[in-house]
């Protein structure tokens, strides 16, 4: 299945990016899976960013969409899953179309009981609880994985 | 220095666009400059996407950045106060694919004002500008004066990979590129019908889309043209395109108006002489018939009748193959002179 995997970095400060989209992006491909990657480039006024990133309309672009890192999740796609990881959303849902951008998700998942509690605080929605993504490949730990996830949407 | 580049991403696409913005990163780095890459994600349909995508990269900052350099349409319209252009095209289907069957946008009243707001938006970007435009090639160069009041300058790109080499011609043809309509293989095998030396054609690269691999497949389905194309329907390594190159007799490239058209520069580079035709755009700029190959008619007998004159004279084949060798390297088609010019203005 071709997917897509998004998050956002800062040029030149944090070429890393905001989540774990490479790692997740091999495990994919690694799983069969035909994998591109998009990275916002973040790092300029918020609401500019959060807005160009809402005009980013990328819906024919793979069966599904994972957005693993601010602003990814505001991109437009018809099966996208937002993972919300560490403190990316520390600040709450503070941009007004971060609501539509979750939303819209088909799942919204966090890999640690934090992480979905500070998306608890601001969008009401079902925030799915799963392993972090090195337990996630070995299978080790109870929680179930982001691919299970997947499995069943892509189903 | 830090320097972004900015291109535009088509997702699960990589073609010529890819292997030049990869090359520029390449290149800056190995010159010491730090280097961000940086692809806005492109889709053209519906039509209004393209406002849209537009307006993204205009609302697109790379704050950290001494200098962005931008490729290509729509990305070239992020902001920053220090932008060089170096287009490798504009929108063509609003430009010169308007009228044509590959043309994309609606001819309605709504259409007509997307490809006014390309047109505007572009003119605004091109009078703004301080720093170029450059463009890839005469042909980008001319379809933009053609729309726009301006004086790109041609900057061309170089390879981005090295080891090309020439060895003694074999009874072949070769075409390495992606198969789809604008490059025209399948006119190049129906010439293959013409064909009277006995020289075979050798395909390279997979299909763009289903429709024409089917073309394809069903083209070859006919006896006569199985004996003589051999389809290598798969990515073919580097090091086998260049020994495909090394050992063919010269290179056949019949693009519809390519824009530049590396084709052409792999060929010379490895002293083959390149067949292309009268509308094939970015290669005319280099192939002088006669000198360093043959320009045929779009039609199957013109490009075979092309072949055979190739396989009918091989010493001038090779004549013609190390004098488009010759051309390249007198040109300096290099990433210093690149870099030079980039990063001077």
Known sequence: VRLVVADGFRPFLDERGTGPAQPLAEALRARGHEVDTIRIPAGGDDAQTALATRLTDVSDAGAMLLAVGPPAHLLVHPCKIVWCTGEDFSHGGDQPADHAGFDEARAVVADSPQAQGLVREWWPGTIELVAPLAASRTGAGSAKSVFSVLERLTA | ?345
């Open chain 2, 1 to 345: 220095v830090r320097v972004a580049v900015v291109n535009t991403q088509v997702l699960f696409v990589r073609g010529g666009a890819e292997q030049l913005a990869d090359g520029l990163v390449g290149a800056l780095q190995g010159a010491g400059h730090e280097v961000s890459s940086i692809r806005l994600p492109f889709r053209w349909h519906p039509d209004d996407r393209i406002l849209d995508h537009m307006l993204a990269a205009q609302l697109t900052t790379i704050p950290d950045a001494d200098l962005v350099i931008a490729l290509k349409f729509p990305a070239y319209h992020v902001s920053h106060a220090r932008k060089v252009l170096w287009i490798l095209h504009q929108h063509r289907q609003a430009y010169d694919l308007w009228g044509t069957p590959w043309q994309g946008i609606a001819d309605d009243g709504h259409g007509r004002s997307v490809r006014r707001a390309i047109h505007d938006t572009d003119e605004r970007l091109l009078q703004e500008t301080t720093h170029g435009p450059h463009v890839i090639s005469e042909n980008v160069a001319s379809r933009m004066r053609a729309s726009h009041d301006v004086s790109p300058s041609v900057l061309y790109p170089p390879l981005m990979d090295v080891g090309y080499f020439c060895a003694e011609a074999e009874d072949y043809v070769f075409y390495p590129s992606r198969i789809n309509v604008l490059k025209r293989q399948t006119l190049v095998v129906e010439a293959m019908r013409h064909v009277r030396s006995g020289v075979r054609l050798i395909l390279a690269g997979t299909a763009d889309t289903p429709e024409i691999e089917a073309e394809m497949e069903s083209l070859l389905d006919d006896p006569v043209l199985q004996d003589r194309v051999r389809w290598l329907n798969r990515w073919v390594s580097h090091a086998d395109k260049l020994d495909l190159l090394a050992r063919s007799l010269g290179t056949v490239f019949t693009p519809v108006d390519e824009d530049y058209g590396y084709v052409t520069l792999e060929s010379f580079t490895s002293d083959k002489p390149v067949i292309t035709c009268v509308d094939s755009g970015g290669p005319l700029e280099f192939v002088t018939p006669g000198v360093t190959g043959l320009i045929a008619d779009p039609e199957p007998e013109s490009i075979a009748a092309a072949i055979d004159a190739l396989a009918g004279d091989r010493e001038a084949a090779v004549r013609m193959g190390q004098a488009g060798g010759e051309q390249l390297r007198e040109r300096d088609i290099s990433w210093s002179h690149v870099l030079d010019t980039l990063l001077s203005t």
